[in-house]
């Protein structure tokens, strides 16, 4: 396998202490209870409905509810509607996953103590290596529907949550605090899982999606790559972005008319500009800057913050409908304005960034939320 393929711009002094300011006491309070949490992984939980073993992720569609006429039928769908029956322990294991080692890694890199990184190695061990408790690395189940499919190729976005796993692992790398095995381990198990992503009907399906779900398989894909050193879908997901994303996705006013179009049009745009601002902060290099490459007709992610940034700062002034569900949740401190801040240096975005909630917990907004800890980022 080739070796590990760094990509991201370092960023200053000033931007890692700007950044760490308004995070560090509660990463810190996070990571301390953080420190004796054991691991739980997909074999702690297992649904009937899946068909798949206890080691495959299985997770169904959220809009999809039982048929009033029908009841023991095939489900149907109330788009933006989220049916709380749903099978969702794998989802909260990966998502409990993400935080501990987002969390850890963020102490360790904020104190230099290696006591967080010692915590982080069980859980890695047991998502990705122990035969006895990791998960298979392919999304066969995910997002299946009653009656109507095992599961489907949109279900690739529930591994999103292991974006920030794969960067914790390149970030304690780099420091040369992860063990030999845990790196060659964990870097097997996201290569596996990255070829199954890039030849699955399923994973192919994803990559082809034409909105946040399209952009989402690129932000996934280009993450592990980097980590597991395959600078051929490094360079795709730079290819999607500059000829696919902003070229179909956005309009010349920088916002995204197939976002708009849905149920929950406000929170689904800064989802999809978060995507893409992850793209940039992943793919970046100091001669090919995504957060400066511009379409022929104009589109940039300086236009798609043009768009949004109103609107983060006074949601009331927002003229589209309202989200169906969870309108009141949103804004939080999204990756998009302390990224776009760290790169461009408009102060504006620091200081609409500063004072939003840093550490949602409200179960929806954390789905939909899949960078979520600035540190291993920017510091």
Known sequence: MAGLLLTACSPSGQVKKKVAAPLKDKVL????????????????AYCDRSAGTIHDFYSEGDYWWPNPDDPDGPYIRRDGETNPDNFVAHRHAMVRFSQIVGNLTSAYLLTGDKKYVDAVIPHVRAWFMDPETMMNPNLLYAQAIKGVTIGRGV???????????????????????????????????????????????????????????????????ASFAQYAGRTDIVDLCKDRYKNIFLPTQMATDGSFPQELARTKPYGYSLFNLDAMAGLCQILS????????????????????LEFILPYIQDKSTWPYAHDV?????????????????????DDSYYQTWLPLDHFPTNEEVVRNLPLRNPVIWLY
Request: with cysteine; aromatic share 12%; glycine share 6%.
């Open 285 to 304: 290099t100091p001669e090919d800057d995504l957060w400066d490459y511009t379409t022929p007709d104009g589109k940039n992610m300086r236009k798609g």
């Open 29 to 44: 309070q996070l990571a301390e209870a953080n420190l004796t949490e054991k691991p739980v992984t997909v074999t702690a």
């Open 325 to 345: 569900m969870y309108w009141d949740e949103w804004p939080i401190a999204h990756p998009t304005l302390i990224f776009a801040w760290a790169r461009y240096g």
């Open 155 to 221: 279900g690739v976005i529930d591994t999103v949550r292991l974006i920030e796993v794969s960067q914790s692992l390149i970030r304690l790398h780099e420091a040369g605090v992860l063990p030999q095995d845990v790196y060659e381990g964990s870097r097997k198990w996201f290569a596996d899982y990255l070829e199954w992503l890039t030849t699955h009907k399923n994973g192919v399906d994803e990559m082809k999606a034409k909105n946040n779900h399209g952009t989402c398989w690129a932000l996934q894909a």
